[in-house]
C-alpha cells in the first residue's frame, strides 16, 4: 500500500470540515473550553448556509462577547450594555430587507437590559436573539448574574447565592415567551456534538423565521464558564448539565409555526 | 405651527430615515406631529414610540450605524438619559439629530421653560471626552431651520447635533416658512457617501464595524486626537452667531435662545433711554463664538448674560473676555421667564451703575 501523503489528504474529495469563512482568522479570546467559540461558528455557519451574509448585521453586546466582531467577518455593530434589542430594532425597521441578530450575554440580556429585550420580543421585532446563558457575569471576572443559581457561589455572592438576600434567578427565556411577538423561544446547548447539531438547527429555524417576517425568535443557549465558575472545561460541562440544566432544561418552549 | 410641529415637518422634509422617541413634556408634540402625519406613507419614514429614552437614544445609534438619517427628541429628564447613548454615538462617530426641548431642572423640576442644561449641552454630559455640535433656536423658524441644518452638520462631521430649545420656542406658535421635501437616501448614495455604514458586508469590502471600543490604549488615544481635531476643525468652520445693533454699543448683552428674544426688546427699552446696547445671540453653543466676543470686549465697557439658569453660558462669556470688563449674569430659574424690564433693570443695577 503506498504511503499517504499530506497532499492526499488535503483533496477535496477528503475533505469533511471546514472552517467558515465567516469567521476571521483571528484568535478567539475566549477561556479555552467556553462555549462562545462554537455558538459563534454555528451562527455563521448558518449564515453561509442560508447565503445570507452579505445582507446581515450582527449586534455585539457589553460582556466576554463584546468582541464578537473580531471573530464573526460580517457586518457588526457594537452596542452599550444592555442595548442590543433597541439597536437591533431600529437596524431592522430602516432596512427591513437585512438580516439582524444580537448575541448577547445573560448580564447583558437579563440584568441591565431587561426592558429592551423584553419590549422588542413585545413588540415581535422581526429579529433573531442569541442569548448565552452561563448563570454568571464572566468578562468582569465571576459575578453574581440575574440567571445565577440559588445557592451558587460567585465574587459577589462568595457564600453562594441567598435568594431571601440577593433575589431569585431570572427565567428570562420562560418570561419572553409568554409575550405575543416572541414567535419561536427554545434553550439549547452547545457541550456535545449533538447539542451542537440541534442548537445550530434551532439558529437556522430563527433566521428562517426571520426570512418569513414570522416575528422575534429567541435562542438561549445554555453554556459554561470555566474560569467564572473555577473549574476545568471538563468538570464545568458536568456542573452545567448536573445543576444549570435542571434550572433551565433545554428543549423549545414556544414554537408557532 | 407650533415649534415642535415645525421642528417635526423639518425633519420629515429633510429628508428623515427614522425617529425614535418617548412622551414627556413639553416636547410630546414631536412624536404626536410625526405619528398624525404618517410620514411612513409620504416618504417611507419609520416613526417608532420606544419603551424608554435609552431604547430611544440606542435605536438611533443603530440606524445611524446603518447610515440612516436619524433623530429623537426628548426634554431634560429624559436627555439625561440619554447621555449614555449620546457617548456612544459621539465615540463611534455617528450622526444623529438630538432635540432637548428644555424645562426646569434639577430632577423632575417643572414643565416650564429652562435653559439651565447649557453644561450638559456643550461641555460632554455623558462620560468621556466628546463634543457635539449645538443649535440654538430662538424662533419657531429656526426650529424648522436646524433640523435639516442638523442633518447636514451631522453627516459632515460624523457626529451628533445638538438642537438646544426649551419649552417656550418648542410650544409657542409664529409662521414658518419650509423647505421642499428633499428625498431620503437611496441604498446606493448610503453606500457611496458613507462607505463606514453597516448594510452588509459584500465581496468587495472588508466588514464595516461600529464600534466605541478599543482597548488597546495606545490607539484609543489616536482616536482620542482624532476626535479633537475634529472638534477643533467644528470651531473654525461651523461658528455662528447673530448681532443686534452691536456696532455702536457702549454695553453688550449675550443671549441665546428665549432669552436672546427677550434681550432684544431690553436692548429697544434701553436704546430709547438713549443707553447704546447690543445683543450678541449665539446660534451654536458648541462651538461658542468666544472669537466674536472676545472683539466686542475690545468695545463695551460691560457684558451682561441673560440666561434662564443660575449662570451657565457666563463662565464661557468670561473665558473670551477675561477680566478686560464686567461681565454679570441676569437669570430666573425654575421655569419662569425674565421680562424685558427685568433684563434693562439687570443692566441699569449690575453693569451700567455697577
Known amino acids: 500500500m503506498a504511503e499517504i501523503t499530506k497532499e492526499d489528504i488535503r483533496k477535496p474529495e477528503n475533505l469533511i470540515y471546514k472552517k467558515t469563512e465567516l469567521l476571521t482568522d483571528k484568535a478567539l479570546s475566549y477561556c479555552p473550553g467556553c462555549g462562545h467559540g462554537t455558538a459563534h461558528r454555528i451562527v455563521m455557519e448558518v449564515l453561509e448556509e442560508m447565503d445570507i451574509q452579505d445582507k446581515t448585521i450582527g449586534i455585539a453586546p457589553v460582556g466576554c462577547s463584546v468582541l464578537a466582531y473580531e471573530f464573526m467577518n460580517i457586518d457588526m455593530q457594537q452596542a452599550a450594555h444592555g442595548r442590543a434589542p433597541a439597536l437591533a430594532t431600529a437596524v431592522k425597521r430602516l432596512n427591513p430587507d437585512k438580516f439582524v441578530f444580537t448575541y448577547q450575554g445573560d448580564g447583558d440580556l437579563a440584568a441591565i437590559g431587561t426592558a429592551e429585550t423584553i419590549h422588542a420580543c413585545n413588540r415581535g421585532e422581526n429579529i433573531v436573539i442569541i442569548f448565552i446563558n452561563n448563570g454568571i457575569y464572566g468578562m468582569t471576572g465571576g459575578q453574581m448574574a440575574p440567571t445565577t443559581l440559588p445557592g451558587m457561589k460567585s465574587s459577589t455572592s462568595p457564600y453562594g447565592r441567598d435568594v431571601h438576600m440577593m433575589g431569585n434567578p431570572l427565567k428570562m427565556t420562560e418570561l419572553v415567551a409568554q409575550l405575543p411577538g416572541t414567535i419561536y423561544v427554545t434553550r439549547q446547548a452547545v457541550h456535545t456534538p449533538a447539542n451542537v447539531r440541534k442548537t445550530k438547527k434551532a439558529i437556522r429555524k430563527a433566521f428562517e423565521n426571520q426570512k418569513l417576517n414570522k416575528g422575534l425568535s429567541f435562542v438561549e443557549i445554555v453554556s459554561n464558564c470555566n474560569s467564572g465558575w473555577k473549574m476545568n472545561p471538563v468538570q464545568a460541562n458536568e456542573w452545567m448539565v448536573e445543576n444549570m440544566f435542571p434550572f433551565y432544561p433545554l428543549g423549545d418552549i414556544k414554537v408557532n409555526d | ?354
Open chain 2, 1 to 354: 405651527m407650533k415649534g415642535n410641529e415645525a421642528f417635526a415637518e423639518a425633519a420629515i422634509r429633510a429628508g428623515a430615515d427614522g425617529y425614535f422617541g418617548y412622551p414627556i413634556t413639553p416636547q410630546s408634540e414631536v412624536m404626536e406631529y410625526l405619528m398624525a402625519e404618517k410620514p411612513h406613507e409620504r416618504t417611507g419614514m419609520v416613526v417608532l414610540q420606544a419603551e424608554s429614552e435609552v431604547a430611544a437614544i440606542n435605536m438611533v445609534y443603530g440606524g445611524a450605524a446603518c447610515g440612516k438619517r436619524v433623530l429623537t427628541s426628548s426634554s431634560s429628564p429624559g436627555i439625561s438619559l440619554k447621555q449614555e447613548g449620546i457617548s456612544y454615538i459621539a465615540g463611534a462617530e455617528l450622526p444623529c439629530v438630538i432635540l432637548n426641548v428644555v424645562r426646569g431642572g434639577p430632577g423632575l423640576g417643572t414643565i416650564q421653560p429652562s435653559q439651565s442644561d447649557y453644561f450638559q449641552s456643550t461641555k460632554g454630559g455623558g462620560h468621556g471626552d466628546y463634543r457635539m455640535i449645538v443649535l440654538a433656536p430662538s424662533s419657531v423658524q429656526e426650529m424648522a431651520d436646524f433640523a435639516r441644518l442638523g442633518f447636514d452638520l451631522a453627516f459632515k462631521y460624523r457626529n451628533p447635533v445638538l438642537v438646544l430649545s426649551d419649552g417656550a420656542i418648542g410650544q409657542m406658535m409664529e409662521k414658518v416658512e419650509l423647505d421642499e421635501q428633499r428625498p431620503r437616501f437611496t441604498e446606493e448614495e448610503i453606500i457611496k457617501n458613507t462607505p463606514w455604514a453597516t448594510t452588509g458586508k459584500t465581496k468587495d469590502r472588508e466588514r464595516n464595524i461600529i464600534t466605541s471600543l478599543d482597548l488597546d490604549s495606545a490607539k484609543q488615544e489616536l482616536h482620542n486626537h482624532a476626535l479633537q481635531a475634529k472638534y477643533k476643525l467644528m470651531q473654525e468652520q461651523e461658528t455662528r452667531f447673530e448681532m443686534i445693533s452691536c456696532e455702536d454699543a457702549d454695553y453688550l448683552i449675550v443671549a441665546y435662545g428665549t432669552s436672546a428674544r427677550i434681550s432684544q426688546k431690553a436692548v429697544d427699552l434701553l436704546r430709547a433711554e438713549g443707553i447704546k446696547v447690543g445683543l450678541l445671540r449665539p446660534i451654536t453653543l458648541y462651538p461658542f463664538p468666544t472669537e466674536i466676543i472676545s472683539k466686542l470686549a475690545d468695545q463695551v465697557k460691560g457684558i451682561l448674560t441673560v440666561e434662564m439658569s443660575a449662570g451657565q453660558m457666563i463662565e464661557d462669556v468670561r473665558l473670551a473676555v477675561g477680566c478686560r470688563v464686567k461681565v454679570e449674569h441676569f437669570g430666573r430659574m425654575g421655569g419662569i421667564i425674565p421680562s424685558p424690564t427685568e433684563v434693562v433693570e439687570a443692566m441699569q443695577t449690575k453693569i451700567i451703575g455697577g
